[in-house]
């Protein structure tokens, strides 16, 4: 079984991760422009970032034969500083249109203030402007509130529920999103929130139409195995394969394929130019033979993680 | 015609017309004075218009290619790259508005932009102007970018001074790319870069690890002193292709005593005297 993480921030995470990542199936995975822990206090911090979403990681994923997409945009957080918030709308349009750029996002709320709400606003203008997706960081506290106000004012802007992803979602949040014609992203977090327990009986319960799950692991304590786990443990508990391949792959790759810049035939079959430029470097498999299309081997740990 | 010219007339004979049209009405907004965010967006859009296919030039538009602008070898080129680097030559901008802008849009770049940046450094206006820049390409952790710089570009060759020059070949072993596509590899052929090369090897064999023959190559002509022992290593203890390199190598070296250590290998001397022996032949094949 093949697998996508939507939403997991690679720049946190060490070559050991993409390695176990790529041995346990996963070919994809979707990295959106979030905050650092650290508060930015220049644009240019805020560019070079953006700037190693679209270049660097990108590349640094592909060593390991994993795709590399990206999200752009504004986090909730740091749209507070305002002066640097309105300088980095400024700069995103320079980066929406890069290849790999499948959303813009991820943006939304977060302690849910004027100021986050105007960056909001403006990115969904954006998103309309340019005809792109929008991935949505739903709050961590009042999050029912939070998550029907993102819906709203995407609606009141104009973007079509077919064209937004609502993540973060739980078992209180699901049931209006996926009624209000949303995509319902769940991370699975391994210690808080959504566990991969919930979300077999969350399965179980909605089904897999506009559901998938991702990992969201980042600096903080996280698992970007989340999602090859939780699909075996769903297999595990007797829901049917089609919907453990829909909630893992499938559904997260016809969500963001709507952007046109994320197909299937990346990984399956990748264009000869991007098989020179993305396949051949050995920068960060520094000293061993890095053997394009075949993944390294961690014997030790196969038992735990591969998963085919 | 100059590589505006025929970038444009190779373009439109492979893209489909509705993309071809596109290409060109962005380019004579561009030629009419347009903004930096103008080429920035378009110059981003191309890879959502244009596609990535190669561009697979024939053997007569490498020729006009090489005519247009001597050196200039687009053999590598995909159609994206090419539309970037147009859209860029479109502006007509003088050297210094050029190069504020293509560092503009080296700031915010893509993968694939780099690479087509860094491929297009011979064509853009007032030559002298991008010598940092590529050095700053040399630098890159992304072996795709830094053979848009090394790879059958002219450019390192004629403006990047001899320190960026010698880190640039000395990185091409380091990262394992080649020297044969090189432009002006054995003209810019230096001692210090021969001494660079020497210690290199030796760090290489401290470590039990290989050597591209291909090194050899710009230690031959100021092999002298250690450096010749060093090629007697290789003569003596080398693989056949090491051993083969090391032979080219000497055959270049101005020492008397460098065709004293070829005289016990007369396997190697008869090859060398049959022009048998090619660095071409013995640059690794990826």
């Given at each position: ?14 070559t ?12 994809a ?11 930015r ?41 305002e002066?640097l918030a309105?300088q ?7 980066y ?13 709320y977060?302690?849910?203030t004027?100021?986050e ?17 929008v991935?949505i ?10 998550t ?17 992803i ?16 949303f995509?319902a ?16 009986e ?10 998938f ?14 999602v090859?786990?939780?699909?075996r443990?769903?297999l ?13 792959y ?25 098989q020179?430029v ?31 | ?13 492979r ?5 071809g ?18 080429l ?6 191309v ?9 697979a ?70 030559q ?5 820049r ?28 001899e ?45 039990g ?35 083969a ?11 008397p ?17 049959d ?8 640059a690794?094949?990826?």
């Amino acid at each position: 079984m093949r697998f996508i993480d939507p939403h997991i921030h690679m720049s946190a995470r060490t070559t050991d991760d993409y390695e176990r990542m790529a041995a346990a199936g996963i070919v994809a995975l979707i990295e959106p422009a979030f905050w650092l822990g650290q508060p930015r206090t220049q644009v240019g911090t805020y560019m070079d970032y953006l700037s190693s979403l679209v270049g660097w990681e990108r590349f640094r994923a592909a060593q390991f034969g994993i795709r590399h997409y990206c999200t752009i945009g504004l986090n909730s957080k740091e749209a507070n500083n305002e002066a640097l918030a309105e300088q980095v709308l400024e700069i995103l349009p320079r980066y929406l249109m890069k290849e790999g750029v499948v959303a813009v996002g991820e943006i939304g709320y977060d302690d849910q203030t004027d100021a986050e709400d105007r960056a909001y606003r403006a990115q969904l203008g954006l998103a309309k402007e340019l005809d792109m997706l929008v991935q949505i960081h739903t709050p961590h506290r009042d999050k029912k509130r939070g998550t029907s106000r993102s819906m709203d004012v995407a609606e009141e802007m104009g973007v079509a529920p077919s064209r937004v992803i609502i993540d973060h979602n739980n078992e209180e949040t699901v049931q209006e999103v996926l009624d209000r014609g949303f995509w319902a992203a769940f991370t699975i977090y391994p210690h808080t929130k959504m566990g991969n327990e919930r979300m077999v009986e969350i399965a179980r319960q909605y089904g897999s139409e506009r559901i998938f799950i991702d990992s969201s692991a980042d600096w903080g304590v996280s698992d970007p195995l989340a999602v090859p786990k939780t699909a075996r443990l769903m297999l595990e508990r007797g829901i049917p394969t089609k919907d453990v391949e829909a909630i893992c792959y499938g559904n997260a790759l016809a969500a963001f394929g709507q952007s046109g810049q994320m197909r299937e035939e990346h990984w399956l079959n990748p264009a000869p130019i991007d098989q020179r430029v993305l396949f051949e470097g050995n920068s960060v498999l520094r000293g061993q033979q890095p053997k394009v299309g075949e993944l390294p081997r961690i014997p030790e740990r196969a038992d735990e993680i591969v998963f085919k | 015609m100059n590589p505006e010219q025929l970038i444009e007339r190779w373009l439109s004979a492979r893209l489909p017309a509705p993309t071809g049209t596109w290409l060109q009405e962005s380019a004579r907004k561009l030629r009419g004075g347009a903004s930096d965010k103008d080429l920035y967006i378009a110059v981003s859009l191309v890879q959502r218009k244009v596609g990535k296919d190669d561009l697979a030039p024939t053997p007569q538009e490498l020729q006009e290619a090489n005519a247009g602008r001597q050196g200039w070898d687009p053999t590598d080129w995909s159609i994206d790259q090419a539309a970037r680097i147009y859209l860029m030559l479109s502006t007509h901008a003088d050297g210094a508005e050029f190069a504020r802008r293509l560092d503009q849009l080296c700031v915010t770049a893509d993968v694939g932009e780099l690479v087509a940046f860094y491929r297009g450094l011979p064509l853009y206006p007032d030559q002298p102007r991008y010598a940092l820049r590529a050095a700053e390409g040399v630098r890159t952790n992304m072996k795709a970018v830094f053979e848009a710089v090394a790879h059958r570009n002219p450019y390192p060759s004629e403006q990047l001074p001899e320190p960026a020059w010698n880190q640039m070949v000395l990185k091409a072993l380091f990262v394992g790319s080649r020297l044969e596509p090189v432009v002006g590899l054995d003209q810019r052929a230096n001692p210090t870069l021969a001494r660079m090369l020497c210690d290199y090897a030796h760090e290489r064999w401290s470590a039990g690890r290989p050597i591209s023959p291909e090194l050899w190559r710009c230690v031959g002509p100021f092999a002298t002193g250690a450096m010749l022992d060093d090629l007697k290593r290789v003569l003596d203890k080398g693989t056949q292709p090491e051993r083969a390199a090391a032979a080219l190598a000497l055959s270049r070296s101005q020492d008397p005593a460098a065709a004293a250590l070829l005289s016990p290998h007369a396997d190697l001397q008869r090859a060398l005297a049959d022009g048998r022996l090619s660095w071409r032949a013995l640059a690794p094949t990826n």
